[in-house]
């Protein structure tokens, strides 16, 4: 037989509340992005970008995908 160790460093539970941290993260405070082109990507994705912060906000949405 062969056996196969499993490690599990997070249960489920904790590893669905750090995914609802972060995607509520992005659609509130958003992020900072130092790249315009990569700001501008996200705005025509439906982001609101403040360009001169060069800060993205995300829509849930947007993050899903």
């Known amino acids: 037989m062969n056996f196969r160790p499993k490690l599990s460093l997070l249960s489920d539970e ?8 972060a995607t509520e993260l992005l659609a509130t405070t ?9 700001l501008q990507i996200l705005s025509d994705c439906g982001a609101s970008v403040d360009f001169s ?3 993205a906000v995300m ?3 947007l993050v899903e995908k």
Request: hydrophobic share 35%; charged share 30%.
């Open 14 to 21: 904790d590893v669905e509340r750090i995914i609802s941290g």
């Open 30 to 38: 958003g992020v900072k992005i130092k790249h315009q082109e990569g």
């Open 53 to 55: 912060a060069q800060v």
């Open 59 to 61: 829509p849930l949405d």
